[in-house]
């Protein structure tokens, strides 16, 4: 019995393509850290590094552990300052980066009705981000960090996408069977990787994120809005 409801952000509840976000967060980033000195394409590539850090992390420190010790090798320990600073960035200039939406959205009935039926739902972004940041992109679709019982960022976890136990760990965190637990996301191999770790999936076809052309059939898909409707029907536990 479905008891728990996990959501991906980018490209699922934010509606916008990838690469477009992208290309608008480094221009903020790089002008940002431009004023301290910093070179725009050292910058860029350090954050690569941080995310390959973070994504590869095996559990034995926290995301944020791996991406600064990554960013910092790649900049120097003086680097470290950057945090701070990062952090009033995602609080304030990253907002702009809400140009990137291909649609007005406003997911707070749609969240809201679920808990108001019983449902657990998380934000199972990819725990790349600090919190802040994942907060400001929330305020994007009139969402905010208090609409869900859990969310994952770099600071509360120690595997990224799409490693299976990155699932397990919020399941652990939540208290929940794998089988009592959907997810729901934009992209095969990151956000489906959920149902090697045995919950259910649903990939959301609007902004999917699939470069490597791989078969969706596997998988219940469709549009968000036509999920929608699904989850509104959903009766109360």
């Not at 992390?57 to 600064?68: H, I, L, P």
């Not at 649609?103 to 998380?122: F, M």
């Not at 095969?188 to 919950?199: E, I």
């Amino acid at each position: 019995m479905l008891h728990a409801i996990l959501f991906d952000l980018d490209g699922t509840l934010l509606p916008f393509w990838q690469d477009d976000f992208i290309h608008m967060y480094f221009k903020a980033l790089v002008a940002c850290a431009a004023p301290m000195g910093y070179d725009g394409g050292q910058l860029v590539d350090a954050v690569w590094k941080g995310t390959a850090a973070m994504v590869a992390n095996d559990g034995s420190v926290t995301n944020r552990q791996a991406f600064w010790e990554a960013f910092t090798q790649e900049l120097g320990i003086a680097a470290m300052a950057l945090e701070s600073i990062l952090n009033d960035f995602y609080a304030r200039e990253f907002d702009a980066v809400r140009s990137v939406l291909r649609e007005p959205a406003d997911h707070s009935r749609l969240i809201g009705g679920l808990r108001q039926k019983g449902y657990q739902v998380i934000l199972a972004t990819n725990p790349i981000f600090p919190a802040v940041a994942v907060a400001t992109r929330l305020g994007w679709v009139g969402l905010s960090e208090e609409d869900f019982d859990y969310i994952t960022t770099y600071e509360n976890s120690r595997r990224s996408k799409p490693n299976p136990d990155y699932y397990r760990d919020i399941l652990e965190h939540i208290g929940r069977e794998p089988g009592e637990c959907l997810m729901i996301g934009n992209n095969p191999v990151d956000d489906m990787a959920a149902v090697q770790a045995g919950l259910s999936g649903y990939l959301a076809t609007d902004y999917i994120e699939n470069p490597g052309g791989l078969p969706v059939d596997a998988y219940p898909h469709g549009t968000f809005q036509a999920l929608t409707q699904e989850l509104e029907r959903l009766p109360a536990l």
